[in-house]
């Protein structure tokens, strides 16, 4: 896998990583914080420090939900949920054409499923 | 025809050894207009100024140049050598050969040269020079005070204890601001009222300060030393003069659930009110969206029991105008609204508290009385979360992007009281960094965390809500052990950003005093005048120019009353004679020229002009002369040409340009 | 056309250099007390705020037959009348562009921030500027013929 350099996450996102004033907020609201191994604060410290291997082969891109609450509470404007789909980005574009068709949601969805998650879904793998 | 006089100093050696002095005035004394030129050895000495004065006398000069030093050392001098024999101070330039030309030069040749050359261009300036006469204006002695907080109270104090009659504007029925809210100060821990009643006590009873409560600044004219203002004071319904502050008026006042504005609504006051037991004035006024008889016509009750007959339903209120030489801004400031904040549950839950609405709860004579317990059901509780910047440094458009500087200090003070009266209580602080420059202010906090058992957590809480059993449950992050934390509480103290007075930006604009872009009053200068705003004669003092706590704020207040007592101590100002000037023939109104000036100095009158025989009248622009400073960004705006600076007119330079690059 | 290498070498450039009076004029000053000595070719304007220079100014000054013209001001923040060289770093940007859209190259202008202390940066800066203005030889292209004397 070919990796991204910090710059083309940082160009991919539109973040500026250099804003955080690192107070954890993002983390304190990731409502899937305990599933991740690396925390949104650590992604923007992992993209600022030049570290993309780490994200790229972390199953934190999976594990985030994409609901953008980091992104509406960061008080410094940083946006964690887009470096996070950056990496994601930069991983599912080496894999091919593995991403989700409108034609394949009806045989997926059933009563259960909730209605952020086919968002999220479609944020994620609709690119 | 001008007659010009130069002057070339030797500087003892230091022009001589590398300027060909001579040579300078042998080739100056070929220009045209001048008509006399001599050297000498030191054109300071006394010698060297009485042969300034000989020559202006005997050769009937009308301009001079001093070929010497740098101007910013001598010029004084020889205006005032020049004034002496009769000439116009301001017709006299000075060419820099010494600090631009000698001492950085080593080939004489060259020297010599660009020595002429600068002789020149100030000879060309110099014939052009007009008379000028600084402008002399009154001085009012009486200094306005906007604010009657702390920071107000201290500057009045200050000023009239100095001798000067001081008159405070306040807004609320009481003087007293955010401090009498107060409960202990940090870090000494004494009581905020037992501290500011007795000032505010000395500021009632001091014979040459005027307090209008309940008051506010409708409007403000003129300028340095003479400002005229005026003050709406509002209907009270209640004669100051009759009135005893009894109290009964308000026993009886059968409205009684109006939030208390002083309680931060955590409490109910009646319609007719002081907003709280120290207030100065002690005398009520109506709150009329409440008071049954201004809603219905009927009740009356406050008038009937008032033995002195004070309640005046009838009373207006009253614009009165007064003059002022200074005035002082000291509008102080608001916790934020945290209506766009609703990840910490403030609106939707009343155990989640501003840090100010914390002090009262916290005060023995606020709302419980000073016991701490859950708003929403009185009970004692057993865990307390603080979370530090709350909306502060936040760049986004929810909060502010500066650091409110008080709120690390007030955090750890609360937390160790809440600790200290309640053994029992858990107390958890959520903070980005702790910020604690000041004297005694790291000990303070240490102390917070190391005799107090203050729990400190490193990261911000991402969300507030209600936990299934009533609780409030607090999801925030520990940055240091990489955790997400989840702890129920049943109190949450927000330390809220704080911004300056809502009005100020309208107070701003009356005093055409400048604002940033947070609404907070800008210094003249950030370092060295902090408590003067770039408008001359308004003066800054406490938040309303940036955060502050509160021994920051007495001790700017008092630099503000010395600023004001300096002024005030003058008889007449003496404007700046180089200032700008606009054609009336020449301008056309377009406002460019207002829109730039820092000092408001500029304003536009209609004015009668006589442009070749025709009479007319124009909006044209008319430049304050006690009011403008002389920076000459006007003079560029104008798309006209009508504005000019005196001293350093467009004519003026444009002759140095064309003497320099002939 | 080229220009002849000898003749380059003795070229003397006019410059005219306008100084604030409270931060430049200063560092000027400073310059010259400490005796960081640079070309003579530099003659000083003092204005009392960078923004009192018109970009008739400049203007004139290559009209007149100048190589190079540079406005030093306060820091930005730091201008005694708070925003004069706000106004002056604007209205210079434009200027330079159209000055240099009319073939008057962008190193023959400039703007610089020199404060009263910083005698050593004025020194520093006018030797740059002065060599710059060198490397692009006589200002042609503005200057008027008319204004020339012999």
């Not at chain 1, 991983?91 to 499923?113: C, F, H, K, M, W």
């Not at chain 2, 590398?18 to 100056?28: G, N, P, Q, S």
């Not at chain 2, 319609?271 to 219905?296: E, L, R």
């Not at chain 3, 304007?45 to 290559?62: D, K």
Request: proline share 4%.
């Amino acid at each position: 896998m070919k990796i991204a350099t910090s710059d083309e996450i940082r160009a991919i996102a539109g973040v500026d990583t250099r804003k955080c004033m690192k107070c954890g907020k993002c983390s304190a609201s990731c409502p899937a914080y305990n599933e991740m191994d690396i925390r949104p604060h650590q992604f923007v410290s992992y993209v600022q420090n030049g570290d993309v291997e780490a994200l790229m082969n972390s199953k934190s891109i999976w594990k985030c939900l994409s609901c953008f609450a980091c992104v509406e509470r960061c008080p410094r404007d940083v946006k964690p949920a887009k470096l996070i789909e950056a990496v994601r980005l930069s991983v599912i574009r080496q894999r091919g054409e593995n991403y989700l068709s409108p034609d394949e949601i009806p045989a997926l969805l059933d009563d259960e499923t909730p209605q952020q998650l086919l968002m999220s879904a479609f944020r994620k793998y609709r690119k | 025809m001008q007659r010009i006089g130069v002057f070339v100093c030797h500087c003892g050696t230091n022009i001589a050894a590398t300027v060909d002095v001579k040579k300078v005035v042998d080739v100056i004394s070929k220009e045209p207009g001048v008509v006399h030129a001599e050297d000498y050895q030191y054109m300071c000495s006394e010698t060297g100024q009485q042969k300034v004065i000989d020559a202006i006398q005997n050769e009937h000069l009308t301009g001079v140049v001093i070929c010497s030093c740098s101007p910013r050392m001598h010029e004084g001098t020889f205006r005032k050598a020049a004034e002496k024999a009769g000439l116009n101070p301001y017709q006299l330039e000075i060419a820099n050969i010494r600090e631009q030309c000698s001492w950085i030069h080593k080939d004489m040749e060259e020297a010599t040269e660009k020595a002429v050359i600068l002789a020149r261009a100030a000879v060309a300036k110099v014939m052009l020079d007009t008379p000028l006469t600084p402008g002399e204006s009154r001085v009012v002695k009486r200094a306005l005070v906007i604010g009657g907080g702390i920071a107000g109270i201290q500057t009045a104090l200050d000023i009239a204890d100095a001798g000067y009659e001081v008159d405070i504007v306040e807004k609320t029925p009481s003087i007293g601001g955010r401090m009498s809210q107060l409960d202990k100060t940090f870090p000494t821990l004494d009581c905020s009222s037992c501290i500011l009643t007795p000032r505010m006590g000395e500021v009632n009873a001091h014979e040459k300060i005027n307090i209008y409560t309940y008051s506010e600044v409708e409007s403000v004219g003129g300028f340095v030393g003479d400002f005229k203002v005026d003050i709406r004071k509002k209907a009270r319904y209640v004669d100051m003069d009759k009135c005893t502050g009894c109290g009964l008026c308000q026993e009886k006042c059968p409205s009684k659930k109006n939030l208390s504005e002083f309680n931060r609504g955590l409490s109910n006051r009646t319609a007719i009110y002081t907003p709280f037991a120290q207030a100065v004035p002690n005398v009520p006024v109506i709150d009329t969206a409440n008071c049954i008889h201004f809603k219905t016509g009927k009740c009356g009750i406050c008038s009937k029991v008032c033995a002195a007959g004070a309640v005046n339903y009838d009373q207006k209120d009253e614009v009165i105008t007064r003059e002022y030489g200074a005035i002082v801004v000291a509008t102080g400031f608001d916790t934020i609204s945290l209506d766009k904040f609703d990840e910490y549950y403030y609106n939707q839950s009343k155990d989640v508290i501003t840090s100010l609405e914390m002090e009262r709860l916290m005060n023995a004579a606020g709302p419980t009385g000073g016991k701490v317990v859950r708003l929403s059901n009185g009970e004692h509780p057993k865990d307390i979360v603080f979370i530090q910047c709350v909306g502060s440094r936040d760049v986004t458009c929810r909060g502010k992007s500066y650091c409110s500087k008080i709120c690390c200090m007030y955090t750890a003070k609360q937390a160790m009281l809440v600790r200290d009266h309640y053994p029992d209580v858990n107390v958890h602080v959520f903070y980005i960094d702790v910020r604690t420059p000041g004297k005694n202010f790291d000990e303070f906090y240490r102390r917070a965390v190391e005799e107090f058992d203050v729990d400190y957590i490193k990261g911000q809480v991402g969300k507030v809500s209600e936990a299934p059993n009533g609780r409030l449950l607090v999801q925030g992050s520990d940055l240091l052990d990489n955790r997400q934390i989840k702890m129920e509480a049943d109190l949450v103290v927000l330390a809220t950003a704080i911004e300056p007075s809502k009005d100020a930006r309208k107070l701003a604009t009356m005093l055409t005093a400048s604002m940033d872009t947070n609404d907070f009053f800008t210094e003249a200068h950030a370092k060295l005048r902090p408590v003067e705003s770039p408008t001359a004669g308004v003066f800054l003092s406490g938040v309303c120019q940036g955060p502050k706590d509160i021994p920051e704020t007495v001790a700017q207040a008092g630099a503000a009353a010395v600023k004001v007592v300096g002024l005030l101590a003058k008889d007449k100002l003496t404007t700046n004679p180089c200032t700008a000037e606009s054609n009336p023939l020449f301008c056309n109104g377009c406002a460019s020229c207002e829109k730039v000036c820092p000092y408001g100095a500029i304003s536009y009158e209609d004015r009668q002009v006589n442009d070749h025989g025709i009479r007319e009248t124009r909006h044209v622009a008319v430049v304050n002369g006690a009011l403008c400073h002389g920076c000459g960004a006007c003079t560029v705006a104008c798309p006209s040409g009508a504005m000019d600076l005196k001293g350093f007119s467009n004519r003026q330079i444009l002759a140095e340009v064309d003497a320099i690059c002939r | 056309m080229p220009i002849d290498n000898n003749e380059n070498k003795e070229f003397k450039p006019v410059i005219v250099a306008f100084c604030c009076n409270w931060c430049s004029y200063a560092g000027a000053d400073l310059a010259g007390s400490s005796r960081l000595s640079y070309p003579a070719d530099v003659k000083i304007i003092r204005v009392p705020c960078s923004c009192r220079v018109n970009p008739l100014f400049i203007l004139r000054a290559f009209q007149k037959g100048a190589d190079g013209v540079i406005l030093c001001g306060c820091h930005p923040g730091d201008c005694h009348y708070s925003t004069g060289n706000y106004y002056a770093r604007r209205r210079m940007t434009l200027l330079f562009s159209m000055l240099d859209y009319m073939g008057v190259e962008n190193g023959r202008t400039r703007v610089e921030w020199v404060s009263a202390a910083e005698g050593v940066k004025f020194s520093q800066t006018m030797n740059e500027f002065i060599e710059q203005v060198r490397s692009l030889g006589k200002n042609v292209r503005l200057e008027d013929l008319r204004c020339k004397k012999n």
